[in-house]
Nanobody, 124 residues
Framework: QVQMVESGGGLVQAGGSLRLSCVVS????????MGWFRQTPGRMEREFVA?????????TYADSLKGRFTISRDNTKNTVYLQMNSLKPEDTALYYC????????????????WGQGTQVTVSS
């Protein structure tokens, strides 16, 4: 059974930084693509943030977040991270970690397993 547990969210002032962690069990992050998505209240869809490819470790980001967010992984800890810098109030959301299944990495429907999410709140 695949499980993902996110942590690292919290309240931060605009301009600050946070690092989210996603501890994974039931699959190996070294060989399975992983992604981060976020969702705001009242919005049905989860917005793509970043992904890291399983075998190559290549990364891809939402265009609007390039340069501020960085996805990485630690294979020894089977953990995926999301470093978020220069945070803005519009980054406020529930952030989810997910295991990629097939297809495009920026589409939430292509992910098969999801964590419970960690809340990030950025004050102005």
């Amino acid at each position: 059974q695949v499980q993902m547990v996110e942590s690292g969210g919290g309240l931060v002032q605009a301009g600050g930084s946070l690092r989210l962690s996603c501890v994974v069990s039931g699959l190996t992050v070294r060989s399975n693509g992983m992604g981060w998505f976020r969702q705001t209240p009242g919005r049905m869809e989860r917005e793509f943030v970043a992904a890291i490819f399983g075998s190559s470790g290549d990364t891809t980001y939402a265009d609007s977040l390039k340069g501020r967010f960085t996805i990485s992984r630690d294979n020894t800890k089977n953990t995926v991270y999301l470093q978020m810098n220069s945070l803005k109030p519009e980054d406020t959301a529930l952030y989810y970690c997910a295991a990629h299944w097939m297809g495009y990495y920026d589409t939430s429907a292509n992910y098969r397993d999801w964590g419970q999410g960690t809340q990030v709140t950025v004050s102005s």
